[in-house]
């Protein structure tokens, strides 16, 4: 990576306004059983999740299967109703109706690539099905002719060449790699200005994945959008996004820019998926120690109190089973939520240290 590169990674720029926030998300999903006595139990997926998107900037959100990824952008997606916390787009509050009309005008702005691109296209419908019927719903083409030239115009733009081979086929006739440009392509078809894009590489042949990311890193690039990029993979995450958001059970725990978070993990749950991670450039014994896995990731139907890796870590104490710890800012834009580096407090750096030292010599 460039110097260039790596200082831009550093330090976000903190004058753009995000286009949309989540602030303190809940998701809880109740379960559907015949209790005899005691409240009601349910699935507590998503506790307080904050986040921005800015146009321009990629956001990954990492974390183990189970972890609440998915359900953070569904609920972005408007997919699911959050159970507490707001959405805000614009600077705007998200009303939660449930009518087609305001639905529809939403998602005009925000649009949703699936994991999986073999369940995500219906096969019955050909590719100019596909990609023409959110440009006829949201009122892009007025006639035949302009139908078909933004059809063949969306196959160009995820590199699906010549696109005249391509709009009469079916999913079933195209591979992995294609359909989930396919899936791309509808979601760019509407003009968003936000793009989730859930785990979109993961069941790809890994000799396509990285042709993926590329498309999806120059779309953000050339469309200004907002872009979400949910995956497991860590390592992916600090080649492909401006940031990164580190969650576990339900929990963001760690964030900032990606060059810092993957280099100077701080929470104990970084730093155990980063030394799962295969990593040429790290050297062994620099940076962090290699963390034993511990266990799996707990059930979030009755989830361990406090932070819900304690668990797991190996320098937990007794404070992290109480309360779940306020988030510490370490500096550059990268903070954590762990007990390790205070109680949820900017850390001091030492200018005051230097500047006594500066007031002694004189």
Known sequence: MSTANQEMRTELDTSVQPIMEAIKLKKDFPLRQVRLWGAPEAVHAVEEATLSLYPGRATALVGESGSGKTTVARMLARLYDPTSGSILFRGEPVKLQRSAAALRQYRRHVQMVFQDPFGSLNPIHSIRYILSRPLRIHGHVRNSREETEQVLALLRRVNLTPAEQFILKYPHQLSGGQRQRIAIARALAVKPEVLLADEPVSMLDVSIRLDILNLLRRLKDEEKLALLYIT????????????????????????????????????????????????????????????????????????????????????????????????????????????????????????????AATNDQK
């Open 232 to 355: 497991h993979d860590i390592a992916s995450a600090r080649y492909f996004a401006e940031e990164t958001l580190v969650m576990y059970a339900g929990q963001m725990v760690e964030g900032g820019p990606s060059e810092e978070v993957t280099q100077t993990p701080k929470h104990p749950y970084t730093q155990l998926l980063l030394s799962a991670a295969p990593d040429p450039d790290r050297i062994k014994g620099q940076g962090f120690a290699k963390l034993p896995a511990r266990g799996e990731i707990p059930s979030l139907i009755k989830p361990p109190t406090g932070c819900r890796f304690h668990p797991r870590c190996p320098h937990a104490m007794p404070v992290c089973k109480e309360r779940f710890p306020g988030r510490t800012d370490l500096g550059h834009g990268h903070w954590t939520h762990c007990f390790l580096y205070g109680e949820g407090k900017p850390i001091q750096v030492q200018k005051k240290t230097d500047q």
